[in-house]
Nanobody, 125 residues
Framework: QVQLVESGGGLVQAGGSLRLSCAAS????????MGWFRQAPGKEREFVAA????????YYADSVKGRFTISRDNAKNTLWLQMNSLNPEDTAVYYC??????????????????WGQGTQVTVSS
């Protein structure tokens, strides 16, 4: 059974940075298209960033472009999300997600087949 485990969340002041990790196991990580999503209380899960199998292609939501960076290391079966210049609107539970093909609608959460349990990110003003 595929496992995705996020870590690195926490409480940070506005303007600060956090680096989220997603450790993958029981899958051939290099064959999976990976994404980060987030969900704030009372809101729908929203796309944050995605990355192709080799890492050669990256995609971002407009709200995080220029502040967040998605990356991966296939040798370590690990996905990261470097988050800089955080603001209170970034407060949410962050999830990593996986799919073994690149969906055309990769910004839609329901096209991903595997999910982690999430890690809380709280940004104080």
């Amino acid at each position: 059974q595929v496992q995705l485990v996020e870590s690195g969340g926490g409480l940070v002041q506005a303007g600060g940075s956090l680096r989220l990790s997603c450790a993958a196991s029981k899958l051939t990580f290099s064959r999976y298209f990976m994404g980060w999503f987030r969900q704030a209380p009372g809101k729908e899960r929203e796309f944050v960033a995605a990355i192709t199998w080799s890492g050669g292609g990256t995609y971002y939501a407009d709200s995080v472009k220029g502040r967040f960076t998605i990356s991966r290391d296939n040798a370590k079966n690990t996905l990261w999300l470097q988050m800089n210049s955080l603001n209170p609107e970034d407060t949410a539970v962050y999830y990593c997600a996986a799919r073994n093909t690149m969906p055309s609608a990769f910004t839609k959460w329901d096209v991903y087949t595997h999910w982690g349990q999430g890690t809380q990110v709280t940004v104080s003003s």
